[in-house]
């Protein structure tokens, strides 16, 4: 199967069966989707939202978070991934938001990037659910579905975003990162993918290589 036929008949299935599809961390406004986001890196958006409505109900606008030491914040987040550096970077992007940008959050990728905790892929994810950006954020879940589908066999996450960027039309392209993402999470699990639960295993490289008579 070629690399087109299996964009073409994956998107397919998703456009038709799943449509629209959203982040699964708990926001109300694009300050508080970025903490999120900084939070999520290596914990799980379960976690996070487990933390956040105290965090914010104590720290509500950005403002205010600019306003506290990082010290301050650990009681709120002491149970995800990293706390400390976690809290450290929490505080100087709230502070570089105030002082860079008036309080608001930015629009552009390269601006959002240039905050404290961010990377390419926080930065695609606020770009792309808060702004439309015609981007894919790529993180772990992303990153392995896209490989075992056959879709990049890009060695970095920037190479696999330019993969998809090159194959998925921009319009499907903010939605198509929480198809692939969530695909990830509850099917395509890293340890053991589900395959017999699978509704795109027909266009998977990977469930291919496993059925096929060795």
């Known amino acids: 199967m070629t690399t087109a036929r299996r964009f073409e008949g994956i998107l397919a299935y998703f456009r038709e069966n799943v449509g629209y599809a959203g982040s699964e961390l708990e926001f109300k406004n694009p300050y508080e989707l970025l903490v999120s986001v900084i939070l999520s890196a290596q914990c799980t958006d379960k976690r996070v939202n487990m933390v956040t409505p105290a965090l914010f109900a104590a720290y509500p606008t950005v403002r205010d978070l600019a306003g506290a030491a990082p010290e301050e914040l650990l009681p709120y987040i002491k149970s995800v991934s990293y706390p400390n550096n976690k809290a450290r970077n929490l505080v100087g992007m709230a502070r570089k938001v105030v002082s860079d940008y008036g309080g608001e959050i930015p629009v552009e990728i390269d601006d959002i990037m240039s905050l404290p905790g961010a990377g390419r892929k926080t930065a695609n994810v606020v770009a792309s659910v808060l702004y439309d950006k015609p981007v ?24 696999v975003e330019l993969d998809l960027e090159a194959r998925i039309p921009a319009g499907d392209r903010p939605v198509a990162h929480h198809w692939l993402l969530l695909h990830g999470r509850y099917i395509c699990t890293a340890r053991k ?4 639960d699978c509704p795109i295993s027909r266009w998977c490289e990977y469930f291919a290589a496993e059925t096929l008579p060795k």
């Open 136 to 159: 894919i954020a790529v993180d772990t879940h992303v990153f392995r579905v896209s490989h075992r589908l056959g879709l990049s066999k890009g060695a970095t996450p920037r190479a």
């Open 193 to 196: 993918p589900k395959c017999g």
